[in-house]
């Protein structure tokens, strides 16, 4: 007997009764074991930054408890005195006041110090320093041993004519037996001077030096009298490389001044050396036979700005060591004598060769008016003869 197959039918929903699917847990955005996950990272990373924050405290606290109690002020001081002492590079008598240990931004951790005065050997002022700040390495530290990485001078007046040397000739250095300025001299006396700024910021010892705010008062006499350094920095970029930076004012002309050298460490030259000099032209023309324009000016002539770069390297195997240098003066304006002053703009470029005993010009340009003079040669120092002066020759 067969049986009656059931009817199908057909259901309608109205739609106030369809549910919507994303509603259903089954459709959350993020699967509840993703969501888990999720927050268990949250959780990694919380924990993570709340132990960097404990150490952090726990170590400003180290070094409040050293500061207050630890390794002493008078060893603090002590530390002071020979820092500065080894910085200047001469024998001097240094007295601070206050040192304490402080939190630093570069170094976590600086030793601070207040009212340095320097004064040279027979008692003469040499520099009075507001504030001195070196940063230290804090794991030494912890241990009862200080060691230094960094330096910074603010609030500073220092003397240059106490300065050993500072109130002779600078460049009695750069002459021969003559009295005339040598080009080898030259040469060896600007990659020393690199030489030792390195040796200034080596790994093991000062890895940064800055100033702020330092002035530098000339000896009397001179072209220029007062140099107000704003802000200065020189540190090591790399193992024998060094970079430079400075802001300065010069008898009210803003000078900024860039420069980087690198040292090969395995013969101690310096394989390369780059540095840019600018100095902004104070806009103020100088009437005829004055003298105004600052202490650039040349009797009423008027030095504008000015632009320097300066490039070269020391000496390896046959290649001998080799400076050039680019110079522009713009708004200048020279003094003649009785001829008048004439404005004018120079471009110039220069090489020096080691052992070639003179300075080759490679293009002196000089443009006043409607006019251009273009020049080359060379210059170097003439040896003395029968019946004359020594002299410099141009060819």
């Known amino acids: 007997m067969d049986q009656e ?3 199908h039918e057909k259901i309608r929903f109205r739609r106030d009764e369809i549910t919507d699917l994303g509603a259903f847990p089954s459709a959350c955005s993020v699967p509840p074991l993703g969501r888990a996950s999720v927050r268990r990272r949250f959780r990694i990373l919380g924990r993570v930054f709340a132990g960097l924050c404990a150490l952090v405290l726990l170590a400003a606290i180290g070094v409040y408890v050293l500061g207050t109690s630890g390794i002493g002020t008078e060893r603090l001081r002590a530390e002071a005195e020979t820092a500065i002492e080894k910085l200047a590079g001469v024998d001097l008598n240094v007295t601070v006041g206050p040192a304490r240990l402080t939190l630093d931004g570069s170094s976590f951790v600086a030793l601070q110090v207040s009212d340095v ?38 609030d500073a007046r220092i003397m240059v004519a106490a300065m050993p040397s500072g109130s002779g000739d600078w460049t009695a250095a750069l002459r021969n037996e003559d009295g005339l300025v040598d080009p080898e001299k030259v040469s060896a006396a600007v990659f020393g001077g690199v030489n030792a700024a390195l040796d200034a910021v080596r790994a093991e010892s000062m890895r940064q030096i800055d100033l702020r705010n330092v002035e530098f008062e000339l000896p009397p006499g001179g072209s220029v009298r007062r140099v107000t350094v704003a802000e200065a920095t020189v540190g090591q970029t790399g193992t024998g490389s060094m970079e430079l930076s400075s802001n300065a004012d010069v008898d009210g002309r803003h000078v900024s001044l860039s420069a980087s050298a690198a040292r090969d460490p395995s013969a101690r030259r310096i394989a390369s050396l780059d540095a840019a000099l600018a100095i902004a032209d104070v806009g103020v023309a100088p009437a005829q036979g004055s003298s105004s324009g600052g202490n650039f000016a040349a009797q009423g002539g008027k030095l504008g700005s000015v632009a320097l770069k300066l490039s070269g390297a020391e000496a ?80």
């Open 5 to 7: 197959q059931p009817q």
């Open 316 to 395: 390896s195997g046959d290649t001998p060591s080799r400076l050039t240098a680019s110079l522009s003066l713009g708004g200048s304006v020279l003094d003649l004598g009785s001829r008048g002053l004439l404005p004018a703009d120079v471009d110039a470029r220069a090489t020096l060769v080691a052992g070639s005993n003179k300075v080759s010009v490679d293009k002196l340009l000089i443009r006043t008016g409607r006019s251009t003079f273009d020049f080359s040669g060379s210059i170097g120092p003439k040896p003395a003869a029968a019946g004359e002066e020594p002299s410099l020759t141009r060819s």
């Open 117 to 154: 005065s320097l004064k040279t050997a027979d008692g003469k002022p040499m520099a009075d320093v507001g504030r001195v700040r070196f940063g230290m390495r804090l794991l030494p530290l912890l241990s009862g041993e200080v060691k230094l990485t960094s330096a910074r001078f603010s």
